[in-house]
Every structure is written in C-alpha cells, then in structure tokens.
C-alpha cells in the first residue's frame, strides 16, 4: 500500500477519533487514556519506556534549576564579598558557606595551594605555577559538577520522538495488517488501532521538546558561570602575583 495510502486512512482515522470525542478537556484525557490501555504489548512498552524518560527528565530539570539558581546566588554574594575583603585568610573561613558558588571552590582550591606552596617555602615563580594548575583543576571539576546528567536531557530531546515514531509506525502496521486480514478497510475498525498508535508521536514529542528547551538554558546557564570562573581565576591570579606572593601567607590580612 502507497504513502499516500497510509496517510489518507491516519488523516480519516485520527478525525474519526476527534468526531467521536467530546471536545472537553476531561473528555480528551479520557479518551487518550482508554486508548493507551487497549494498545498492544509493543505499543504499551514504547509508552512505558517514554513515561520513564520523561519522569526522569523533569527530576533532572528540577534539580538543575534549583542547582544553578543557588550558583548563581552564592556566586554574587561570594564575589561581592571578595572584592570587598581585606584578608583573604578571613575570606577563606567564610567560602565554606558558599558550597554552591563554583568561584568559591575554586578560591578555596587556591587559596589551600598558597598556604602549602609557602609552607614548603617554594620560590615564587613555582609557587605561581602551583597555584594556577590548582586553579585549572579545580575550574574543570566545577564544570564537570555542572554539567553533570545534562547529557540525558540531550539523548532524551534526540532519542524520544523516534521511540515514539516506532511505536506509531509498529501499531499502524498492526492495523493495516488488521485490513489485510479482514479484506476491507472499514474505518471504523481501523481508526481505533491508528489512533492508538498515533499516541505514541505524541508522547515522544512531549518528552523531547521539555528536554530540548531546557537542555539549551542550562548549557546557555554554565557557560556563563564558566565564564565568571575564568575571569575569576585571572583576577585571583593578579591578585597573588602583585601581593600575596611577596610576604608569607601567615602574615596575609
């Protein structure tokens, strides 16, 4: 049977269902409802493994917004509190409070390689460069926490809508073979398989596109704390090379 073929009897199919619905929100619910449960086996599995990748795909989404609501926040006020200090040794007791500003590990990071790097009374060029492979380390650690489960969202937004396309390609197959078996192609026997199967687009579309638009906000979200870490690191850098590094850390502040 042609594509055209296939597409006119959906395109029939899915208005039958309409016609048959009441336009209610209730009774649409409903109707999608009943149709998910009289679904065949593979179709049922396809909408099992959809429900299961969309509920894990808001648990992430929910996490990463309160995440990098609190970097941001704890950022700020790190930052702030920073630039206003006069001893870094003082600045150093309160980062623990920011666990959730990424400049704030990284400052914890450096300022813990200072302390060592003059303990062990190293000269200052080594020194430097102890400091700032500490910086690096510590810089990438917090990109890695961040970025952290969003590759599921981007395999949810990429994977999804063809799960969902298979499971309506396999119960239209299932349908037609339905027509072959029977020799004719009553609507009204065939709408209800179809309309089953077209359930199946649905729900891929409506776990991918979620995954899809929050994916590109957090990515848009890191990349502009990385991009604070990295002015940090510079600025933190400065700071030692023309201070810090000219007088022990224990006489700091």
């Keep these: ?90 600045l150093f007791g309160e980062a623990s409070d920011y666990a959730a500003a990424p400049v704030a590990q990284i400052f914890r990071v450096g300022y813990q390689e200072l302390s060592r790097s003059h303990k062990a009374r190293l000269e200052t060029r080594v020194a430097m460069e102890n400091v700032q492979r500490a910086l690096r380390r510590a810089g990438s650690a917090e990109s890695v926490r961040l970025y952290r489960n969003l590759p599921f969202l981007a395999s949810c937004g990429n994977a999804t809508p063809f799960i969902g396309l298979f499971g309506t390609v396999w119960g239209i197959m299932g349908s037609f073979h339905e027509i072959g078996l029977k020799g004719t192609a009553n609507l009204a026997n065939v709408a209800p398989g179809i309309s089953e199967a077209l359930v199946a687009t649905a729900a891929g579309l409506a776990t991918a596109i979620p995954a899809v638009i929050f994916f590109n906000y957090f990515n848009s979200k890191i990349r502009i704390l990385e991009s604070e870490m990295s002015n940090f690191m510079a600025d933190f850098l400065n700071i030692l090379e023309r201070d810090l590094l000219k007088k022990p850390a224990s006489q700091e502040g």
């Design 1 to 90: 049977m042609s594509l055209a073929c296939i597409l006119a009897v959906a395109g029939q199919a899915a208005s039958v269902a309409v016609s048959e619905t009441n336009l209610t929100g209730a009774g649409v619910e409903s109707e999608i409802i009943s149709m998910v449960l009289k679904a065949g086996p593979m179709v049922k599995m396809i909408m099992a493994i959809l429900l299961l990748a969309s509920v894990v795909s808001w648990a992430i989404t929910l996490h990463k917004l309160v995440q990098l609501a609190r970097a941001n926040r704890q950022s700020d006020h790190f930052l702030n509190s920073f630039w206003k200090s006069r001893s870094l040794a003082n």
